[in-house]
């Protein structure tokens, strides 16, 4: 099993930043893929940005020039810089992880982000 705890969320201005940081524990050394999902009020959960062991990463169109997400992998950590934040990233984050048989999740940070 795997622990994820993702920390940083808050309320910040319109054109603020924040910088969300997960931390894993447990069975960490079959992890591939890490990353964020966010899911605003009334809405699904969809990919913000992921990273993989390797380095390879991807963000969503309305994240990309604003978000940066990074990969400590001795410490085991993911975070997610968020420059330029608007109302409409307006969410609940949640860490994602996942090895060759399962998906791990945390339990989410909110984001508030006012105009």
């Known amino acids: 099993q795997v622990q994820l705890v993702e920390s940083g969320g808050g309320l910040v201005q319109a054109g603020g930043s924040l910088r969300l940081s997960c931390a894993a524990s447990?069975?960490?050394?079959?992890?591939?893929?890490m990353g964020w999902y966010r899911q605003g009020p009334g809405k699904r959960r969809w990919l913000v940005a992921v990273?993989?062991?390797?380095?390879?990463?991807n963000y969503a169109d309305s994240v990309k020039g604003r978000f940066t997400i990074s990969r400590d992998n001795a410490k085991n950590m993911v975070y997610l810089q968020m420059n330029s934040l608007q109302p409409e990233d307006t969410a609940v984050y949640y860490c994602?992880?996942?090895?060759?048989?399962?998906?791990?999740w945390g339990k989410g940070t909110l984001v508030t982000v006012s105009s």
């Open positions: 994602h992880a996942e090895d060759a048989l399962h998906d791990y």
């Open positions: 447990g069975s960490i050394f079959g992890l591939n893929a």
């Open positions: 990273i993989t062991t390797g380095g390879t990463i």
